[in-house]
């Protein structure tokens, strides 16, 4: 983390800025006040939600790259939900948006899941590839059958201003601050309880752990692999109906493609993942540490034109450090371990004990299953 | 409202297609050595924008090509290094480390356009070579002769890429060391060295592409490469890690590219239903990933990394 901060200062002293008004000016951004408090939790939200689905598809043994279509598949089929019942009451429409979105998500994440378990796909390549089909769907729907179709409305790629019923609440006190915030800690905790405490949560350990073993211990190694993904892709769902009902246009809107709509959330959401250990509760602090950095950066952009591109990569760098720095870790703790502490629990267990598996580890033979 | 079914149109598309696929192409290559020594670089996407951006950028300063392609390289080389290291020597996961890559590939580039360039500038790029006589045979030599040297290079370098893989004593190493290090080890064939070479000619050959892809439309754009390069990581599964199956994936999404293009500047798909159009290549993908997944063996050391104290 050092590192990639000192090659921050470095990129900022190339732009031409100084460093330390750079950081000053970044962390003033996100957690100066109330306001910029409110702000960075709301831009938390996405990664945390997005960030505990990662720690389920990683631990499980797959690598979940499709945070971005997952997403973009919540928020339409939260969208649909709220435009088919705009006048269910507030009570009951605001959770089945959520749902909405959660299916939406969690089916989008299951096909990969399918493709992987029952075909022998690359779950990174066919994630990846269902962020491109997802994008352009998005890009076609709000062109054609979700488009704003009020007149005189502005020809960009947006719906209507939907159902006011499915408006996430706005939390007391004066900021911009919403429900969504509950909802994402929430669902983190449901992720630890579903990943720690459960036996669900143990067979899709195990699966990620040694699919090998698991499938002769007699685990259906290919049903975890699609629920870990449709898990992981309904946290996501969440996060792109969060980002609609919570947004302040309370729109579906592309700005400028997809990526303009979830703020590249499915990729920053698994560099919380990381930077949290895989772990959905400290997820929480390192998604909102994350989030700090995009607000700050925006800070960046207005006092020293620094454009706010610069946390992207970034966060390239801090994946690169810490996947590197992984190994490194196994072996101090292990060292530590000989040592005779001994004093850590197994569900807890610190990230590199059930780091995720290579990505081609949960190899799957014809006559696995069952 | 035009006609596709013409002669001039398909023989247009055709050429367009052979242009096209060529970013696949380089990339696909370059991956495919990299796999076949066991190592996965993910991060194909990111290298070829930090390549098209140098090609581009310099190419924008000095007005030369040739200089903006030995940028490239370049900038190729250095990635490369910094993958080899993290993957060789820290041992980090593949498969993470290369998001690492493309993130930061997609986050630098667009930072240092926004910055020098600002408003997208055109570039004047390589320029059509005709191949003598052979440019002259009608239609024919429309669709294979009339191409910028980065075409010709990448479908020269298949036969001597099948050649390296299989007829040389370094290729046999790549092999050896992606399909059981352990072994290949015993016999003297050092792993990390063998596995540091084709890193960096993938790299190189990833960012050759990026290059190739900025001097062809003659301008850079921030994530230029739209998924370019994981559908090349694709196509090394679908060509089966071998060359003239990754040439034929190639040109397989080239001319499905340029179709694409082709219905939409004809004016036959336009507006929204363009998008559903665009979603072709990513689906075709995931359907040929599905059929061929099963198929082919990938190297047995793919993506694990070799640590002698182990």
Redesign the interface.
């Known amino acids: 983390m050092l590192v990639a901060l000192s090659l921050g200062a470095v990129?900022l002293l190339t732009?031409g800025a100084n460093p330390i008004t750079g950081y000053a000016a970044l962390i003033d951004g996100a957690f100066g006040g109330w306001d910029e408090l409110a702000d960075t939790s709301i831009k938390a939200m996405p990664l945390l939600l997005v960030g505990v689905g990662i720690c389920i598809a990683f631990r499980a043994g797959v690598?979940n790259?499709g945070g971005e279509g997952q997403i973009i598949a919540g928020a339409i089929a939260s969208t649909v939900v709220a435009l088919v019942l705009p006048d269910v009451s507030r009570i009951l429409l605001v959770p089945l948006v959520l749902v909405g979105g959660a299916i939406g998500g969690g089916l989008w994440g299951a096909i990969p899941g399918v493709?992987k378990a029952y075909?022998?796909?690359?779950e990174?390549?066919?994630t990846?590839?269902?962020?491109?089909?997802a994008a352009?769907?998005l890009?076609?729907l709000l062109?054609?059958l979700l488009t704003d179709k009020a007149s005189g409305a502005i020809k960009i790629q947006q719906t209507e201003r939907l159902s006011a019923n499915a408006d996430l609440p706005l939390l007391p006190g004066d900021t911009r601050l919403h429900l969504g915030v509950m909802i994402a800690i929430l669902i983190a905790v449901l992720g630890h309880i579903l990943l720690f405490r459960s036996a669900l949560g143990v067979r899709l350990r195990a699966v990620g752990h040694n699919a090998d073993a698991s499938r002769y211990a007699g685990m259906p190694v290919k049903k975890s692999i699609v629920q870990a993904l449709a898990f992981s892709g309904a946290c996501a769902g969440v996060a792109g109906a969060v980002l609609v009902f919570g947004s302040e246009s309370h729109r579906l809107i592309a700005e400028g493609g997809a990526?303009g709509f979830t703020q590249s959330a499915g990729?920053n959401g698994?560099?919380a993942a990381?930077f949290g250990g895989l772990s959905p509760l400290a997820v929480v602090p390192a998604s909102f540490f994350f989030g700090g950095m995009l607000t700050g950066g925006i800070s960046l952009q207005q006092e020293l034109q620094?454009?706010a591109?610069?946390?992207?990569?970034?966060?390239?760098?801090?994946?690169?450090f810490v996947?590197?720095?992984?190994?490194?870790q196994t072996r101090l703790r292990s060292w530590a371990q000989e040592a005779g502490s001994g004093s850590l629990r197994g569900s807890e267990s610190p990230p590199s004990d059930h780091?995720?598996q290579?990505?081609?580890?949960v190899a799957i033979s014809e006559d696995s299953d069952g | 409202m035009g006609d596709f079914f013409t002669v001039s149109v398909l023989v247009a598309t055709l050429a367009s297609g052979i242009r096209l696929a060529t970013p696949f192409l380089l990339a696909g290559l370059g991956e495919t050595i990299g796999q076949r020594s066991g190592v996965l670089n993910l991060g194909v996407e990111g290298v070829m924008l930090l390549g098209a951006f140098s090609a581009y950028y310099i190419t924008l300063e000095t007005g030369s090509a040739v200089y903006g392609i030995l940028g490239a390289i370049v900038v190729g080389l250095l990635i490369g290094l910094a993958y080899a290291f993290i993957t060789l020597i820290m041992q980090a996961q593949q498969g993470i480390s290369g998001i690492g890559i493309y993130l930061f590939g997609l986050g630098f580039t667009d930072l240092l356009f926004q910055k020098n360039v600002g408003t997208p500038k055109p570039i004047r790029g390589l320029g059509e070579v005709n191949i003598p006589l052979l440019s002259d045979i009608p239609k024919v030599g429309e669709i294979f002769f009339q191409h910028s040297l980065p075409v010709y290079f990448a479908f020269a370098l298949v036969p001597l890429v099948w050649f390296m893989i299989n007829k040389t004593t370094f290729g046999l190493n790549i092999r050896a060391v992606g399909e059981t290090p352990e072994a290949a080890d015993t016999l003297g064939v050092s792993v990390n060295r063998t596995r540091l070479a084709t890193i960096l000619i993938g790299s190189t050959m990833a960012s050759l592409a990026g290059a190739a892809l900025a001097l062809e439309v003659g301008i850079f754009q921030q994530n230029l490469t739209s998924g370019q390069g994981f559908i090349a990581i694709a196509l090394v599964y679908f060509g089966a890690w071998r060359s003239y199956g990754v040439m034929l994936g190639a040109l397989l999404f080239g001319i499905v590219q340029a179709t694409v293009l082709q219905l939409k500047t004809l004016g036959i798909v336009e507006g929204a239903n363009s998008s559903l159009l665009a979603m072709a290549p990513a689906v075709l993908t995931i359907v040929v990933l599905a059929i061929v997944s099963r198929r082919v063996a990938a190297p047995g050391a793919l993506t694990r990394p070799f640590d002698r104290a182990a």
């Open positions: 990129m732009l690598i790259i493709l075909a022998g796909v690359n990174i390549l066919s990846i590839m269902m962020n491109l089909v352009q769907f890009s076609f062109q054609d990526s990729f698994i560099v990381l620094v454009p591109a610069l946390i992207v990569a970034l966060n390239g760098i801090v994946v690169l996947v590197g720095s992984l190994k490194l780091a995720p290579p990505a081609d580890s």
